[in-house]
């Protein structure tokens, strides 16, 4: 099966060695995805809007779309910023309901992130 590497052109791509999603036949799978400026400096709905925006991109890059989402996984690191994530994936996510996993995490690798977003999709 043909493997595609997407890249977002984001800084620790190159350093850590990972693309923001591969496609593998008609399996996507978007790697864990934190806003970006500006939207890393909001709260925790605009970091999480920030995030699907980017997995949105490289979900279209990768020939889907959030429709194509069966899996989610959400990493926020702290309870508090539930309610704001919570929001912004029932947006994105609200009819097309993927299985997702939420999970209260000790950090992410910038101190001012507070939420995470892993995604998975199948094309039919």
């Known amino acids: 099966m043909k493997r595609v590497n997407i890249s ?12 923001r999603a591969v496609r593998v036949g008609q399996h996507i799978h978007v790697a864990g995805t934190c806003a970006q400026p500006p939207d890393d400096a909001g709260d925790a709905h605009e970091q ?3 995030a699907l925006r980017i997995i949105g991109n490289a ?18 690191t702290d309870v508090i ?7 912004a994936h029932s947006e994105t996510f609200g009819e097309i309901r993927p299985a997702s996993t939420a999970v209260i995490v000790a950090g992410l690798l910038a101190p001012h ?12």
């Open 8 to 19: 977002s052109g984001g800084p620790f791509e190159a350093a850590f060695g990972y693309s």
């Open 59 to 76: 979900l279209a890059e990768a020939g889907a779309s959030f429709a194509d989402v069966v899996r989610t996984v959400v990493y926020i």
């Open 81 to 87: 910023h539930a309610e704001g994530v919570t929001r």
């Open 48 to 50: 999480a809007t920030g």
């Open 113 to 124: 992130l507070v939420v995470e977003i892993e995604a998975y999709a199948i094309l039919s």
